[in-house]
């Protein structure tokens, strides 16, 4: 058992040492906003060693919603992209930005072969499935009933006809919208960034 002397001690030189520094926090992913990219575009690993950030593609849009990435996309900062909550891509004649193209990242297909994603409905969000009168999606889609058509009172979206083109997102009227247009381009670019972030984490 310890004496007096040797608890004073212990305590002493306890209080002495300073305490060990708080551990230095892990930096938090960047939220990345979901996009797409242009139509006719290639593969995402091919569309990132063949795209030279050129801006053609956005110059020749008509309706200016091809954007460039950020720097929080790593390699795929200056890439064009499509937010299609801001800006949905409209699937213009001849496509226009995919033949502006001048190395091949984007190629000019016909409409119906146009891949940039596949809406999801989310049903708990979807005004129409909780019974309020509400079409907007169904009707502003370019495709038809082949990608996005009515089931049973709620809307319905075919995966194999659905372009991913955004219109749907875009005049979805809840909050968040009850549709989403899911895009390989988009995973990748996120997968990225999250291995870049828990690069730096390690680092720290």
């Known amino acids: 058992m310890p004496t007096r002397r040797q608890l004073f001690t212990f305590w002493l030189e306890a209080l002495a040492e300073p305490p060990p520094p708080p551990p230095r926090p892990v930096p938090e992913q960047e939220y990345l906003p979901p996009f797409l990219r242009p139509p006719g575009a290639l593969p995402e690993d091919e569309l990132l060693r063949l795209c030279e950030p050129c801006d053609a593609c956005a110059k020749a849009c008509p309706y200016s919603v091809i954007l460039p990435l950020g720097p929080a996309y790593g390699a795929a900062a200056g890439t064009p992209a499509v937010l299609p909550r801001d800006g949905p891509c409209r699937l213009c004649d001849g496509l226009p930005c995919a033949a502006a193209c001048p190395t091949g990242a984007l190629r000019p297909v016909p409409i119906s072969e146009v891949r940039m994603g596949t809406a999801r409905l989310a049903p708990e969000r979807c005004w129409a499935v909780q019974g309020q009168p509400c079409d907007y999606c169904v009707t502003a889609c370019p495709i038809g009933e082949t990608a996005l058509r009515w089931d049973g009172g709620r809307p319905e979206v075919v995966a194999d006809g659905c372009v991913g083109c955004g219109l749907c997102v875009h005049y979805c009227t809840a909050t ?29």
């Open 176 to 204: 968040p919208p009850a549709l989403a247009v899911e895009a390989p381009s988009f995973k990748a670019a996120s997968g990225a960034c999250r291995s870049r972030c828990e690069s730096q984490s390690r680092t720290m």
